[in-house]
């Protein structure tokens, strides 16, 4: 069942940088940046109250995040839904006709269960269901 949303996922061209001027700019301190093995991929997360912005940068030119920050600079790109069944959630969504990105669920950065909707499920928002 969907409970709460996790996260707001962040795409940027420079990831040390962004994450500069948001510690200055809310006065915290600069969030680890972490790689993520045989994915080429940095992420880093920002927790404000109970929503963390999930920052990503794509280190590849083709990839994914490089294509979306090519096209529409740094970015939201999704908002992530917790979820205790994500199993059953990406079930019950597809049985209610919302086409999904991710038939099944796969590993996500962080090393938790996601799921994406497509980009036209919602008119060109994406969601994603993650693990808390």
Do not use: C, W, Y
């Amino acid at each position: 069942m969907i409970k709460d949303v996790g996260h707001v996922g962040i795409a940027v061209k420079d990831i040390e940088e962004t994450l500069a001027a948001v510690a200055r700019s809310l006065n915290i301190p600069v969030p680890k940046v972490n790689d993520v093995p045989g994915r080429n991929l940095k992420f880093a997360v920002v927790n404000i109250g109970q929503v963390a912005l999930e920052f990503i940068q794509d280190k590849s030119n083709d990839g994914e995040f490089a294509r979306f920050v090519r096209e529409k600079g740094n970015a939201i790109h999704h908002i992530a839904f917790l979820t205790d069944d994500i199993e059953g959630d990406v079930e019950l969504l597809k049985k209610r006709g919302v086409e999904m990105a991710d038939q099944k669920p796969k590993v996500g950065v962080r090393g938790k269960k996601i799921a994406f909707t497509s980009k036209t499920a919602f008119n060109g928002i994406p969601f994603e269901l993650t693990e808390p």
